[in-house]
């Protein structure tokens, strides 16, 4: 039997992995990150932000055209935070909220980490992911991308990738 509900309530709130909830109606597409009641800061991310919001359109345009998603027409934003959720499964929440009006996306993701964290494990999902793509090439690529891996900073990265595209004026666009 189907439960009573007032309309318009359906995924009015957040059920956040620290067990703490947030409205909907609170999230807006701007936002990247909320201070929680329970004293954390949670990322935020919406269907909405492109994966350059992590990466450089560059490497968005690389992933989109090396890898084949069963979900979806190519590879963006809902690729990326599926891989997330699935390596922190306990760390990250999902709500669709296509059927709530009064927003501007269709899925939320809510993280336990800050979003300056959930950065970083982006980065370094997509650099595995990378690193499996390329294990099927050669041997001297693996090598050489081996090599290069070693050398790669992911916090160095983050910070720098962060500054430079840190939006001043609405016709910036990403890197």
Request: hydrophobic content about 40%; charged content about 35%; overall charge negative.
């Amino acid at each position: 039997m189907a439960e009573p509900r007032v309309p318009g309530s359906r995924g009015s709130d957040l059920a956040l992995p620290c067990g703490e909830s947030v409205a909907i109606a609170d999230l807006d597409m701007g936002m990247r990150e909320f201070d929680c009641d329970c004293g954390e800061r949670h990322a935020l991310v919406m269907d909405v932000h492109p994966p350059s919001r992590f990466v450089p359109e560059s490497l968005v345009e690389v992933l989109r055209e090396t890898i084949e998603p069963t979900e979806g027409d190519e590879f963006d934003t809902l690729h990326l935070m599926g891989v997330v959720l699935e390596e922190f499964p306990e760390k990250v929440v999902a709500e669709d909220v296509a059927e709530n009006s009064d927003v501007g996306y269709a899925l939320v993701w809510a993280t336990d980490f800050d979003a300056r964290r959930l950065h970083e494990i982006v980065v370094e999902l997509v650099v595995e992911l990378m690193e499996h793509a390329v294990s099927h090439t050669d041997d001297d690529a693996a090598s050489e991308f081996e090599r290069q891996m070693h050398e790669f900073d992911v916090e160095a990265f983050v910070d720098q990738y962060r500054r430079e595209r840190e939006f001043e004026r609405e016709t910036d666009t990403p890197v």
